[in-house]
């Protein structure tokens, strides 16, 4: 099952990541993650566990979520 995500969550993720390399993440950041995170996960019935593994991974691996996504488009092609 995808892990449905929300604009806001991935925008959120992407300024704390930014916030990170520039080794400049405050603690406001931080919790405002971490809330959408959990909110995200109550509203959409999701584990927090899997939202946050999966905004995390979408916005530090985008390469990677690429890839992950083509061979599920491939695998689901061939069904």
């Known amino acids: 099952m995808a892990i449905e995500?929300?604009?806001e969550l991935i925008k959120l993720e992407t300024?704390?990541?930014?916030?990170?390399q520039a080794k400049a993440?405050?603690?406001d950041t931080a919790i405002?993650?971490?809330?959408?995170?959990v909110?995200?996960?109550?509203?959409t019935e999701q584990s927090r566990y899997d939202v946050e593994?999966?905004?995390k991974f979408?916005?530090?691996?985008?390469k990677g979520y690429e890839?992950?996504?083509?061979?599920?488009?491939?695998?689901?092609?061939k069904k």
Do not use: G
């Not at 300024?15 to 990170?20: D, G, L, P, R, S």
């Not at 909110?39 to 509203?43: D, G, I, P």
């Not at 890839?67 to 092609?77: G, I, L, S």
């Open 5 to 7: 995500l929300s604009d």
């Open 15 to 20: 300024k704390a990541w930014e916030e990170i």
């Open 25 to 27: 993440l405050t603690v």
């Open 32 to 37: 405002e993650v971490q809330a959408a995170i």
């Open 39 to 43: 909110e995200h996960a109550k509203v």
């Open 53 to 55: 593994v999966e905004v």
């Open 58 to 62: 979408r916005v530090r691996n985008p």
């Open 67 to 77: 890839e992950r996504e083509r061979k599920r488009r491939e695998a689901t092609a």
